[in-house]
Nanobody, 123 residues
Framework: VQLQASGGGLVQPGGSLKLSCTAS????????VGWFRQTLGQGRSFVAA????????NYADSVKGRFTISRDNAKNTVYLEMNDLKPEDTAVYYC?????????????????WGQGTQVTVSS
């Protein structure tokens, strides 16, 4: 499945952004979906994931209560709604998918990746 992420941008601390990740080539409805982020010089770190079988979500501790992952199977799209953004949320955000029913925080568990979208939180 090919993934296309969008929705990044520049936002002030405390602001909100909603990222989208649209799939092509195969339906996402039987794929678990996730979001990771990466800062310069660092590896990809887990943000959130949604298991396809029962829609159980998993979040990194740093984003719990602020970020929400969701999906619209009719639009073949996954979303990451980000609220109360902090400067430390600045990163390139990547969406990922896998046919395995998982919410793994390990990047090697995910088989398909979109290109990144830059999120910058700064005043």
């Amino acid at each position: 499945v090919q993934l296309q992420a969008s929705g990044g941008g520049l936002v002030q601390p405390g602001g909100s952004l909603k990222l989208s990740c649209t799939a092509s080539g195969r339906t996402l409805s039987r794929n678990s979906v996730g979001w990771f982020r990466q800062t310069l010089g660092q590896g990809r770190s887990f943000v959130a994931a949604l298991r396809w079988r029962n829609s159980i979500a998993n979040y990194a501790d740093s984003v719990k209560g602020r970020f929400t992952i969701s999906r619209d199977n009719a639009k073949n799209t996954v979303y990451l709604e980000m609220n109360d953004l902090k400067p430390e949320d600045t990163a390139v955000y990547y969406c990922a998918a896998t046919p395995i029913s998982t919410t793994s925080s390990f990047s090697n568990a995910w088989t398909s990746w979109g290109q990144g979208t830059q999120v910058t939180v700064s005043s």
